[in-house]
């Protein structure tokens, strides 16, 4: 069963690209929400900050945490990427860092916060990329995480093992195949 972590941010457009896919999925909000048979997991935009500080609060995190240990398929978008992350730039605090990247948040700039490109992600071609207030990634800090896209020089997406973390916004469009990727994985 999938999990779309719902404490703040873009789950209902997630949940949107799930139905849209006829997928299953559970919205989690607490602990109680996880299933038994949680087998995949997404993890939203929205406020990296505060998505964290729920997920401790409501005590999501370790279960969260060994279940992406243990190779369970997660796709983080944005904010789900910076959750991800290893290392955070100019932040001591990260989350469940499995990803093995730095991230730098909001670095594009407050002003040109939002964006739209469209690029290459991995075998996808011509995706439709959308970027708010995004995140890039910085560094990889190790070399099995695969590049998917690099725009202006700079990496927006990345897979490693059962990982994909993403900067930008693929449930505000109505092209399905990064989750279809996912599904896959
Ligand atoms: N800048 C936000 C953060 O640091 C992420 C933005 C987004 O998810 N759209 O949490």
């Keep these: 069963m999938t999990g779309i972590l719902a404490v703040q941010g873009a789950f209902a457009e997630h949940a949107h690209i799930l139905d ?6 559970v919205l989690i ?8 048979n949680l087998d995949r997991l997404i ?6 900050t505060v998505q964290s ?20 398929p997660v796709l983080g978008t944005c904010a789900g990427l910076i959750l991800l992350a290893q290392e955070i730039r100019d932040q001591n605090q990260t989350c469940f860092g499995t990803l093995p990247v ?15 490109h469209t690029g290459h992600i991995g075998e996808i071609q011509n995706f439709p990329m959308r ?21 202006d020089q700079k990496i927006t997406a990345v897979q490693y093992q059962n990982q994909i973390g993403i900067a930008f916004h693929p449930e505000l469009t109505d092209d399905l195949r990064i989750h279809q990727l996912f599904l896959n994985l």
């Design 20 to 25: 849209l896919l006829s997928e299953n999925y």
């Design 29 to 36: 909000r607490k602990k109680q929400d996880i299933p038994q």
């Design 43 to 48: 993890l939203v935009g929205g406020e990296s």
């Design 53 to 72: 500080k729920l997920i401790y609060e409501l005590d999501l995190f370790q279960i969260l945490r060994d279940k992406i240990s243990e190779n369970m």
């Design 102 to 116: 730095c991230v730098k948040r909001n670095a594009y700039g407050r002003q040109l916060g939002s964006f739209s």
């Design 131 to 151: 970027f708010i207030r995004a995140p890039y990634i910085e560094k990889i800090l190790d070399p099995e995480v695969r590049i998917l896209n690099l725009t």
